[in-house]
T-cell receptor, first 109, second 116 residues
């Protein structure tokens, strides 16, 4: 199957910048999703990258390198409410989404 | 607009019991899917459907059945519950299947199932 890797846990300070990395297998790759999931809640959509490069959306940005099988989610000006799990998921041509294990981010005051 | 709804929110079963997890969406989405989420393993696809009358297996289908008689509803049946099926179950839907351009999946609130 397709493997997606992310760090299990990260910690950062309120107001700081944090980068969450995601690596995936490139075979059959179409695009990459990022979702945010607060504890006990459903995942909610953050971004979808198909083309190489950085896409900015407010405090959150997502980067994709198709040739390297690599993506990251960049969170700026961290707030306490950003404490959550961040899931990357690859969209495979003719197949279904494959989710990574998720990165649990803790934002400390 | 309710989005994706799931019932029940919590359920406790004994080993061997059967039950159906309900999922409904009011967005006229073609694609619906069921995932289970376990600690450290992320979301794993159980079954999915690309339209009414069409279902297929995902990564972990054993012990589960689905049907899609209408566009709106996609129930998940546990035939004979086992402790290994203790998990959080999410239903999701999107406008299109993943062949071609993918579309954002919208998730229901989840069902927390414990099998004793």
């Amino acid at each position: 199957g397709q493997n997606i890797d992310q760090p299990t846990e990260m910690t950062a300070t309120e107001g700081a910048i944090v980068q969450i990395n995601c690596t995936y297998q490139t075979s059959g790759f179409n695009g990459l999703f990022w979702y945010q999931q607060h504890a006990g809640e459903a995942p909610t959509f953050l971004s979808y990258n198909v083309l190489d490069g950085l896409e900015e959306k407010g405090r959150f940005s997502s980067f994709l390198s198709r040739s390297k099988g690599y993506s990251y989610l960049l969170l700026k000006e961290l707030q306490m409410k950003d404490s959550a799990s961040y899931l990357c998921a690859s969209d495979l041509v003719g197949q279904n989404f494959v989710f990574g294990p998720g990165t649990r981010l803790s934002v400390l005051p | 607009n309710a989005g994706v709804t799931q019932t029940p929110k919590f359920q406790v079963l004994k080993t061997g019991q059967s039950m159906t997890l309900q999922c409904a969406q009011d967005m006229n989405h073609e694609y619906m899917s069921w995932y289970r989420q376990d600690p450290g393993m992320g979301l794993r696809l159980i079954h999915y459907s690309v339209g009414a009358g069409i279902t297929d297996q995902g990564e972990v289908p054993n012990g589960y059945n689905v049907s899609r008689s209408t566009t709106e509803d996609f129930p998940l049946r546990l035939l004979s519950a086992a402790p290994s099926q203790t998990s959080v179950y999410f239903c999701a839907s999107s406008y299109s299947s993943t062949s071609g351009r993918a579309d954002t999946q919208y998730f229901g609130p989840g069902t927390r199932l414990t099998v004793l």
